[in-house]
């Protein structure tokens, strides 16, 4: 099922002080960043759905496969930190660099969405050098 990113990430992804501060910050930076920072995260997840070419996007622009709201969840959570100059412990970077290998198994075609509704198997993916036809250079032996 493919869910839209929305702010309720922020209240499962970050704790109660984290929380507290980015509401306290975001009332004083304008533009407010976090809509931003969530588009551009489903975009990327999207986006590279798209490249792998073994799922067919489905949603609108801020909809992703609920399978991948984990690596959203440290996406957002490390760009919400970063943005808002907030502590960061090894665990959570250790969980945003999970997601973007995740990430890049998407965009290489070896990691398939589970849950995608296109009632399509996806084929297997096979790759090597293309077959030549001919008669070969060692002796008319191919």
């Known amino acids: 099922m493919w869910e839209p990113l929305t702010e309720d990430v922020l209240n499962q992804v970050l704790n109660a002080g984290e929380l507290a501060s980015v509401t306290r910050d975001r009332a004083q930076v304008q533009p407010d960043p976090i809509p931003g920072i969530l588009a551009e995260t489903a975009a990327t997840i999207r986006s590279r759905i798209a490249s792998g070419g073994r799922t067919k996007l489905q949603g609108g622009p801020d909809c992703i496969p609920g399978e991948l709201m984990a690596e959203a969840g440290a996406i957002v959570r490390y760009r919400v ?18 997601a973007n290998e995740v990430l890049r198994e998407l965009s290489s075609g070896s990691y398939v969405i589970a849950d995608d509704a296109s009632g399509k198997t996806p084929s297997p993916h096979y790759s090597g050098r293309p077959p030549r036809w001919g008669m070969s250079r060692h002796g008319g032996v191919m």
């Not at 930190?81 to 999970?98: I, N, P």
């Open 81 to 98: 930190l970063v943005r808002f100059a907030l502590a960061m412990t090894e665990e959570r970077v250790g969980e945003w660099k999970h």
